[in-house]
């Protein structure tokens, strides 16, 4: 097996080679979604958990207050109806995804395995858009919680209270300059994040259900206020399936759950109990705070206090904290809460850093340059300043936009495991996880109708890649998308018999005796070649022409006697550049290749099947790969067409 060689690092300025540095740039990617690496760190189960946590349990932060403004007194029937849609729907969704996936690569990777070609790609493509409004408004949302838990501090001067949209975008861009310089070592900041706020939350909300308890008539005046405002319970809980979706952001982390997979330390098997034992138990955890601070926020807590302007928007708990166990324990209560907001910022620009190389590069759908971390950290960052402006900071004004995104993927994970049941003809399974997907397109639609700005971003997102995909895969296409050339014994043998290297491009059809006598006729009448100077065939075939590279495996075959090289791969100009240039450096000869003219028709039209069907007008474009592959025209492999 040989290796195409690899081009040198990108020259350039200092800024340059600064911004780049860490990039690799093999010549082809592989073709398949790659198999994680086994990290150099693992840790055990619970601690992996605390990465995925500082994403799921810090949504505590802003999500009851959301809850209260989206539900009223209803917020606390409504948010069991949300735990029994975690319990009941997303967890055993992400269990099955994580079985599914080890390796990290999530629901959309099982989209690709289960829509090959085109298809599975260009659903890849639109899901991105909605993984990176997910993720974008993660780190905007975040960071405007952050931002209101700092302004609202009684030590913090009321002269910032007007200052949310300036602080939040300096919290950012932190976050981007840490990502620009270096960071490592996650797992020990989330394990003492996570810790420090879980017990400081048990403290809030233990101290909120005591005087809960102790005030019974608080909870007289919430009942008489639902039944004021609500005939039955049936009336109950439709309004509360109606306004279910407005809470969706109780269910983020489940797809940070599975792709920290290759964290978790042991083999294989091992992982997937990990990974489901820690969706289980943030699952658990995350559901317990969710009832119970729902519930006491809604009783104890003024309505009016959660509006625009009041005490508890955004921050409900930190309102209680300051409340009931007096400033320093509040402003601690805020500070733990601030860092644990800002380290999901931290966590979900991670995610997008670590996606986007596993998808848009190996499509050849991505500028190689996104596959190095510093630009795109910049880019990130200048997309979550302008999400930060267009909401103006605030926090309940984004909760859509988040919605829309933490519904989508969870959507395509139950459709990603329903057609996989399916396909394994399993079928309970397919019907149990065909009516969890019902339910979470009903709460994707419906939130969508309610706020559809989530929508617009995820939109203006795919439009972005589609856009971007399509010019660098234009641009990218005369690269050679080649990683590795293997020969069998025979097709080793063919070349090392040779005296010079003479091949002679087929295209197969029946690959009878006739055909070969042809095509044997053709490249006498137009090249002069007798089939006595050893003339070998040359047949590509396309598989997958959706697929931006991969390896080649050349195998000999003596059919009617001719000898024939023949090989697949994803586009056929390309295929035949790496292999000539191949042979010239393994056998010190020149490799010659022989094509006729492809069919007049529209050079637009051969362009667009060269594009999308890897074919187009093979002999111009297997001279430019050549041509751009070796500037040395003494070197180079000799395109012969007639």
Same mark, same amino acid.
């Given at each position: 097996?040989?290796?195409?060689?690899?081009?040198?690092?990108? &020259?350039?300025?200092?800024?340059?080679?600064?911004?780049?540095?860490?990039?690799?740039?093999?010549?082809?990617?592989?073709?398949?979604? &790659?198999?994680?690496?086994?990290?150099?760190?693992?840790?055990?189960?619970?601690?992996?958990?605390?990465?995925?946590?500082?994403?799921?349990?810090?949504?505590?932060?802003?999500?009851?207050?959301?809850?209260?403004?989206?539900?009223?007194?209803?917020?606390?029937?409504?948010?069991?109806?949300?735990?029994?849609?975690?319990?009941?729907?997303?967890?055993?969704?992400?269990?099955?995804?994580?079985?599914?996936?080890?390796?990290?690569?999530?629901?959309?990777?099982?989209?690709?395995?289960?829509? &090959?070609?085109?298809?599975?790609?260009?659903?890849?493509?639109?899901?991105?858009?909605?993984?990176?409004?997910?993720?974008?408004?993660?780190?905007?949302?975040?960071?405007?919680?952050?931002?209101?838990?700092?302004?609202?501090?009684?030590?913090?001067?009321?002269?910032?209270?007007?200052?949310?949209?300036?602080?939040?975008?300096?919290?950012?861009?932190?976050?981007?300059?840490?990502?620009?310089?270096?960071?490592?070592?996650?797992?020990?900041?989330?394990?003492?994040?996570?810790?420090?706020?879980?017990?400081?939350?048990?403290?809030?909300?233990?101290?909120?259900?005591?005087?809960?308890?102790?005030?019974?008539?608080?909870?007289?005046?919430?009942?008489?206020?639902?039944?004021?405002?609500?005939?039955?319970?049936?009336?109950?809980?439709?309004?509360?399936?109606?306004?279910?979706?407005?809470?969706?952001?109780?269910?983020?982390?489940?797809?940070?759950?599975?792709?920290?997979?290759?964290?978790?330390?042991?083999?294989?098997?091992?992982?997937?109990?990990?990974?489901?034992?820690?969706?289980?138990?943030?699952?658990?955890?995350?559901?317990?705070?969710?009832?119970?601070?729902?519930?006491?926020?809604?009783?104890?807590?003024?309505?009016?206090?959660?509006?625009?302007?009041?005490?508890?928007?955004?921050?409900?708990?930190?309102?209680?904290?300051?409340?009931?166990?007096?400033?320093?324990?509040?402003?601690?209560?805020?500070?733990?809460?601030?860092?644990?907001?800002?380290?999901?910022?931290?966590?979900?620009?991670?995610?997008?850093?670590?996606?986007?190389?596993?998808?848009?590069?190996?499509?050849?759908?991505?500028?190689?340059?996104?596959?190095?971390?510093?630009?795109?950290?910049?880019?990130?960052?200048?997309?979550?300043?302008?999400?930060?402006?267009?909401?103006?900071?605030?926090?309940?004004?984004?909760?859509?936009?988040?919605?829309?995104?933490?519904?989508?993927?969870?959507?395509?994970?139950?459709?990603?495991?329903?057609?996989?049941?399916?396909?394994?003809?399993?079928?309970?399974?397919?019907?149990?996880?065909?009516?969890?997907?019902?339910?979470?397109?009903?709460?994707?639609?419906?939130?969508?109708?309610?706020?559809?700005?989530?929508?617009?971003?995820?939109?203006?997102?795919?439009?972005?890649?589609?856009?971007?995909?399509?010019?660098?895969?234009?641009?990218?296409?005369?690269?050679?998308?080649?990683?590795?050339?293997?020969?069998?014994?025979?097709?080793?043998?063919?070349?090392?018999?040779?005296?010079?290297?003479?091949?002679?491009?087929?295209?197969?059809?029946?690959?009878?005796?006739?055909?070969?006598?042809?095509?044997?006729?053709?490249?006498?009448?137009?090249?002069?070649?007798?089939?006595?100077?050893?003339?070998?065939?040359?047949?590509?075939?396309?598989?997958?022409?959706?697929?931006?590279?991969?390896?080649?495996?050349?195998?000999?075959?003596?059919?009617?006697?001719?000898?024939?090289?023949?090989?697949?791969?994803?586009?056929?100009?390309?295929?035949?550049?790496?292999?000539?240039?191949?042979?010239?450096?393994?056998?010190?000869?020149?490799?010659?290749?022989?094509?006729?003219?492809?069919?007049?028709?529209?050079?637009?039209?051969?362009?667009?099947?060269?594009?999308?069907?890897?074919?187009?007008?093979?002999?111009?474009?297997?001279?430019?790969?050549?041509?751009?592959?070796?500037?040395?025209?003494?070197?180079?492999?000799?395109?012969?067409?007639?």
């Amino acid at each position: 097996m040989a290796e195409v060689g690899q081009r040198s690092a990108m &020259p350039g300025t200092a800024l340059r080679r600064w911004l780049l540095k860490g990039l690799q740039r093999p010549e082809g990617l592989v073709s398949h979604p &790659p198999q994680e690496e086994t990290p150099g760190h693992q840790h055990k189960w619970w601690q992996v958990m605390c990465l995925t946590g500082v994403d799921y349990f810090s949504t505590l932060g802003y999500q009851p207050g959301i809850a209260a403004l989206a539900a009223g007194a209803l917020s606390p029937v409504a948010t069991l109806l949300l735990v029994a849609l975690t319990l009941f729907g997303a967890l055993p969704t992400y269990r099955a995804v994580a079985e599914q996936s080890p390796h990290g690569l999530g629901s959309l990777s099982m989209l690709e395995r289960l829509l &090959p070609g085109w298809r599975g790609k260009l659903l890849v493509l639109f899901l991105l858009g909605f993984v990176a409004t997910a993720f974008i408004v993660t780190i905007t949302l975040s960071a405007a919680d952050a931002t209101a838990h700092i302004l609202h501090n009684p030590f913090v001067p009321h002269a910032w209270a007007s200052w949310q949209v300036p602080v939040t975008l300096v919290l950012i861009a932190a976050l981007g300059g840490v990502f620009l310089v270096g960071f490592s070592e996650a797992i020990s900041i989330a394990v003492v994040l996570v810790a420090v706020y879980l017990v400081l939350n048990v403290v809030v909300v233990a101290t909120a259900v005591q005087r809960v308890l102790t005030h019974p008539e608080q909870v007289t005046n919430w009942q008489n206020t639902l039944t004021a405002d609500y005939s039955s319970p049936i009336a109950m809980v439709a309004v509360s399936l109606y306004v279910m979706p407005k809470l969706a952001l109780g269910l983020s982390g489940f797809e940070t759950g599975v792709a920290v997979m290759p964290l978790i330390k042991g083999e294989l098997t091992e992982r997937i109990q990990g990974a489901r034992k820690l969706l289980t138990t943030a699952a658990l955890i995350m559901s317990v705070f969710l009832i119970t601070s729902s519930f006491a926020t809604t009783v104890l807590i003024p309505a009016e206090e959660f509006a625009e302007g009041g005490s508890a928007n955004g921050r409900a708990l930190a309102y209680l904290a300051h409340l009931y166990l007096g400033d320093w324990f509040g402003t601690a209560y805020d500070l733990s809460t601030i860092a644990i907001l800002w380290f999901a910022g931290a966590s979900a620009l991670a995610g997008l850093l670590n996606i986007v190389p596993r998808y848009l590069p190996r499509y050849g759908m991505a500028p190689d340059w996104t596959r190095a971390i510093r630009p795109m950290v910049l880019v990130f960052t200048g997309i979550a300043f302008l999400i930060t402006l267009i909401f103006d900071a605030e926090v309940e004004a984004q909760g859509g936009a988040y919605a829309t995104g933490v519904l989508a993927l969870i959507l395509s994970a139950a459709v990603a495991v329903t057609l996989s049941a399916r396909t394994q003809r399993h079928t309970r399974a397919a019907v149990f996880f065909g009516l969890i997907t019902l339910i979470f397109a009903y709460a994707t639609v419906a939130n969508i109708i309610e706020r559809p700005d989530g929508l617009v971003i995820a939109l203006l997102f795919v439009l972005a890649i589609v856009v971007i995909s399509l010019i660098s895969r234009a641009t990218r296409s005369t690269e050679l998308r080649v990683t590795h050339i293997h020969l069998d014994d025979h097709a080793r043998r063919f070349i090392n018999e040779a005296g010079e290297i003479y091949l002679i491009a087929n295209e197969p059809h029946a690959r009878d005796a006739k055909e070969y006598i042809d095509k044997a006729r053709e490249a006498w009448e137009l090249h002069r070649l007798r089939t006595r100077e050893g003339l070998l065939f040359l047949e590509v075939t396309i598989p997958d022409a959706s697929e931006f590279a991969g390896e080649l495996r050349i195998t000999g075959e003596e059919r009617h006697g001719f000898r024939i090289l023949r090989m697949q791969s994803t586009t056929v100009a390309n295929a035949i550049a790496a292999l000539l240039l191949h042979l010239r450096d393994q056998t010190g000869k020149t490799p010659h290749v022989y094509f006729h003219w492809a069919a007049e028709g529209n050079p637009i039209g051969a362009l667009l099947r060269y594009l999308i069907f890897g074919g187009g007008d093979i002999p111009p474009l297997t001279r430019e790969v050549l041509r751009q592959a070796e500037p040395d025209p003494d070197r180079r492999p000799i395109v012969h067409v007639g």
